[in-house]
């Protein structure tokens, strides 16, 4: 038997994601379902010294197989200086504020079946968590006016096929 995990994943991403005085929470009824929508200020990673970020997430009814949508508008958005790489996707991002924060595929991979309540927490702490060092990442690159993307350095995913990237890797 199939159990919808909305609410919970919903609730959890809620409470993991925004401090409570920063929390709301809306519904857009669609054809395909309800978008929910979740804003506040994002609480940082407690060990690194960020700034509260204010973001925005959309959860549409088919979340297990298409990530939700995650939206910032914080200033500190690489590529922020005229020296740096100014192609927004080298920077885990779109040119709406958008962020790339976990590929279609890599998501599926997590939710798998989604059939417990354990199942919908720890797709919901891969969310916070992903966004988290996202934006750590460009508020480390903000404050130290990095020019690129330190691919080297820090951890990521190419954008490839991951059936071939599987292959590969054995």
Not at 19 to 48: C, N
Not at 67 to 96: A, G, M
Request: a positive charge.
């Amino acid at each position: 038997m199939a159990y919808d995990l909305t609410a919970q994943f919903t609730q959890t991403v809620l409470s993991e994601a925004f401090s409570a005085a920063s929390r709301q929470m809306s519904m857009t009824p669609q054809k395909e379902g309800v978008i929910i929508h979740l804003e506040g200020d994002l609480k940082p990673l407690s060990i690194f010294d960020m700034p509260s970020a204010p973001i925005s997430i959309s959860i549409g009814s088919k979340w297990a197989k298409n990530p939700p949508k995650i939206f910032t508008p914080v200033r500190w958005l690489c590529p922020v200086f005229p020296e740096q790489d100014q192609v927004v996707v080298n920077w885990h991002r779109y040119s709406d504020r958008t962020l790339c924060w976990i590929k279609y595929d890599e998501w599926r991979d997590i939710c798998g079946l989604m059939d417990t309540l354990d199942s919908a927490n720890s797709a919901a702490y891969q969310l916070v968590r992903n966004v988290q060092v996202l934006l750590l990442a460009h508020w480390v690159s903000y404050i130290n006016h990095l020019k690129k993307w330190p691919k080297d350095l820090w951890l990521q995913r190419e954008h490839g096929n991951l059936a071939k990237e599987r292959k590969q890797n054995g």
